[in-house]
Nanobody
Framework: QVQLVESGGGLVQAGGSLRLSCAAS????????MGWYRQAPGKQRELVAM???????NYGDSVKGRFTIFRDNARNTVYLQMNNLNPEATAVYYC???????????????WGPGTQVTVSP
């Protein structure tokens, strides 16, 4: 079974940094676009950043210049480096894969269970 395994969330003070990781595991060959969305309490899920298998990136307006997304295709892993965090970044961060080429065929719009990021004032 294919899974997206997230790690790196936690509690950090405003101005601090965190790095999230998401690895696609299981019987799979490769992954197309991967990245992160987040959902704060009472708000809709929103784009944080996505990256294609060729390295093309797309960022949400609120994180441009502070967050960096990158990936390791050999490990089917995507990372999100988050710098200069503010309390507005507090949310559950979800890893997403646009398409996973698995042993059972392609899987579309695949989500991880989420990891909590909390930024204290």
């Amino acid at each position: 079974q294919v899974q997206l395994v997230e790690s790196g969330g936690g509690l950090v003070q405003a101005g601090g940094s965190l790095r999230l990781s998401c690895a696609a595991s299981g019987r799979l060959f490769s992954v197309d676009g991967m990245g992160w969305y987040r959902q704060a309490p009472g708000k809709q899920r929103e784009l944080v950043a996505m990256i294609t298998s060729c390295g093309g990136t797309n960022y949400g307006d609120s994180v441009k210049g502070r967050f960096t997304i990158f990936r390791d295709n050999a490990r089917n892993t995507v990372y999100l480096q988050m710098n200069n965090l503010n309390p507005e970044a507090t949310a559950v961060y979800y890893c997403k894969a646009d398409r996973i080429y698995s042993a059972r065929g392609p899987l579309y719009d695949y989500w991880g269970p989420g990891t909590q990021v909390t930024v204290s004032p």
